[in-house]
């Protein structure tokens, strides 16, 4: 068994995750996966894990916060 590196659960179905910057992460759920890996969005502190918006590496989770934050350049996809 391992031990999630969120909660700390020793669970004998945990999978390993590999982040972007090469760091290795065990998890005993997806919801522990995204509590530590999702970005937040900048202006409402939301998990993000859909695709989300970028503008200067601050991440939103919508147009709507985007704009909230003063950025008018993004659009959501429709």
Same mark, same amino acid.
């Given at each position: 068994?391992?031990? $999630? =590196? %969120?909660? *700390? #659960?020793?669970? =004998? @179905?945990? !999978?390993?995750?590999?982040?972007? =910057?090469? @760091?290795?992460? &065990? !998890?005993?759920?997806?919801?522990?996966?995204?509590? &530590?890996?999702?970005?937040?969005?900048?202006?409402?502190?939301?998990?993000?894990? *859909?695709? *989300?918006?970028?503008? %200067?590496?601050?991440? !939103?989770?919508? #147009?709507? $916060?985007?704009?909230?934050? *003063?950025?008018?350049?993004?659009? =959501?996809?429709?």
């Amino acid at each position: 068994m391992a031990r $999630c =590196d %969120n909660c *700390g #659960n020793d669970y =004998d @179905k945990s !999978f390993q995750m590999t982040a972007l =910057d090469g @760091k290795m992460y &065990t !998890f005993d759920s997806f919801e522990c996966a995204i509590q &530590t890996l999702a970005p937040v969005c900048a202006h409402c502190g939301v998990r993000i894990i *859909g695709h *989300g918006l970028e503008e %200067n590496g601050r991440m !939103f989770c919508c #147009n709507h $916060c985007a704009q909230g934050e *003063g950025v008018s350049e993004l659009r =959501d996809r429709s």
